[in-house]
């Protein structure tokens, strides 16, 4: 099992942290070249705009478009935004989730902010899951073949999962928790997509 860390702006070191605590290798990407032979892909938290105009200045976007067909990809935050079909403005985006985003979407007040989310997915399934939210998207519309993973209480979508493919809009790689890395080392690890 060997997962890449796209390594273009954000805290992919911080990615990287979280699966050596697991005892899995990780390798950081900067050239589409070097996706060959990973079973999965972390894209981090950062700036989705300045990512997303990287990923088109090295070439990444078909690659990626065509390892998201086979294998596990997980954004954060920044990530999320970039498998999203529609960020609501014009910027470079995968486009491979059937989900819709809002940028900055818990306002100025609540910049950041952390909280106790319920994952019954997650395994152990308890405690609640201590999540850190930072400029962090909301996920506004999720069709196709995506399902919500985890909805605030007020009903707005945070995590999402089409597949292999993942969608967080905050940080489990902030805090020493590894069972969402762990949630995605399996999904990684799956035969199929579905
Ligand atoms: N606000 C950033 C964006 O819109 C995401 C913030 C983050 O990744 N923590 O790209």
């Known amino acids: 099992m060997k997962i ?5 702006q954000g805290d992919f070191l911080e990615h990287r942290r979280s699966l050596s605590s697991l005892g899995v290798e990780s390798a950081e990407v900067r050239l589409p070249a070097q996706l060959d ?13 300045t990512i ?3 990923m088109v200045a090295y070439g990444f976007v078909d690659a990626l478009k065509q390892f998201a ?12 935004i970039l498998l999203s079909q529609d960020a609501g403005r014009d910027q470079d985006l995968l486009q491979v989730m059937d989900i819709h985003i809002a ?14 989310l319920p994952a019954p997915f997650l395994s152990p399934a308890e ?6 939210f930072i400029r962090a ?3 506004t519309h999720v069709y196709g073949r995506a399902r919500a993973l985890i909805t605030l209480a007020d009903g707005r979508v945070v995590a999402a999962r089409q597949g292999k493919l993942l969608a967080t809009s905050f940080h ?9 890395h762990r949630f995605f080392l399996e999904l990684a690890q799956s035969p199929h997509a579905e």
Do not use: M, Y
């Open 4 to 8: 890449g860390v796209l390594a273009l």
């Open 37 to 49: 032979g990973l079973d999965g892909l972390i894209i981090p938290g950062g700036e989705s705009t």
């Open 52 to 54: 997303g105009k990287l």
């Open 69 to 80: 067909r086979e294998k596990a990809i997980w954004g954060t935050c920044a990530g999320a």
């Open 103 to 116: 940028r900055n979407a818990f306002g100025r007040q609540v910049d950041s902010f952390e909280t106790e």
């Open 127 to 132: 405690p609640p899951f201590h999540a850190v």
């Open 137 to 139: 998207p909301i996920i």
């Open 172 to 180: 489990p790689e902030l805090t020493p928790d590894t069972r969402f």
